[in-house]
């Protein structure tokens, strides 16, 4: 496998029951790069980003990470092998407060010494958590507040804290500014800069076309669970990737999978 690959799958496939979700899915995301995935609702993009990170278990295909094919049995998994990912139900316990979500998983302990038997160390998580939020620009007025007694724009904005807070090997979000207002969309947006300059590959699920265009490489779009086109920024524009997303053009590589 190319050295410079970081995330491949090959004929990825989910069916539920009787229903083609995903079907065939041949994806390359290289080390650095920015791609968005784009498609209608119902198209297949968060069910291929579910069959990566392990929500659910694959009807068929491989998913080959850092060189390696894997098989994760949930996003724990996926986030111990190094992939971080906003999905769009956040994935946060609501009756935990910010430091608790950043950390859950991977807390930060004292006293090892004593073997088995250790306290976690929340002088330590909350001053770190105080410092991510800091650096992402996310603004929340007490990080001791649970989750659930918070607004959806603060929600949204500890997950995506937590997932720029750790270096990862790669970074999957799942519509992360849907419930975000102007400001916080800003915020959010700086955040896929710095992953960018700091060379971390993104995987970005967005309808937003002014979005995607400012911030990918590449557009990867679904239509009705295929991939049927694939594209380089510098080389479409918004008119184009709708004729991709509504059917009106497929990409010659992808008719053959789009008539079956």
């Known amino acids: 496998m190319n050295d410079d690959i970081i995330l491949k799958t090959v004929d990825l496939t989910k069916h539920y029951g009787g229903v083609h979700a995903l079907q065939g899915a041949n994806f390359e995301l290289r080390r650095g790069e920015h791609v968005a995935i784009m498609g209608d609702n119902g198209a297949g993009k968060s069910t291929f980003v579910r ?38 139900t956040l994935a946060l316990a609501d009756h935990l407060d910010v430091p608790d979500n ?39 007025p007490n990080i001791r ?18 997932t720029a807070t750790f270096h990862s090997k790669l970074t999957i979000m799942d519509e992360p500014t849907a419930a975000l207002g102007v400001q916080e969309t800003a915020q959010v947006e700086n955040i896929i800069r710095t992953l960018k300059e700091q060379g971390e590959p993104l995987i970005l699920i ?17 239509r009705r669970g295929r991939i049927c086109a694939n594209l380089r920024k510098e080389e479409t524009d918004g008119q184009d990737v709708v004729a991709y997303i509504t059917g009106a053009k497929t990409q010659p590589e992808y008719e053959v999978a789009e008539a079956v």
């Open 206 to 222: 967005s309808h937003n076309m002014r979005q995607v265009m400012d911030l990918v490489d590449r557009i990867v779009v679904f």
């Open 102 to 140: 950043l950390f859950l998983g991977r807390e930060k302990t004292k006293w090892d010494w004593l073997g088995p038997f250790r306290l976690l160390n929340y002088k330590a998580m909350r001053q770190d958590t105080l410092d991510a939020l800091e650096k992402t620009g996310v603004k929340i």
């Open 145 to 162: 507040n649970t989750i659930q007694n918070m607004s959806g724009g603060q929600r949204q904005c500890v997950a995506i804290a937590r």
């Open 51 to 88: 069959q990566i990170t392990g929500v659910e278990q694959r009807t068929r295909g491989e998913v080959i990470f850092d060189g390696k094919p894997v098989h994760f049995d949930g996003p724990l998994d996926a986030r111990r092998a190094g992939i971080e990912t906003v999905f769009q």
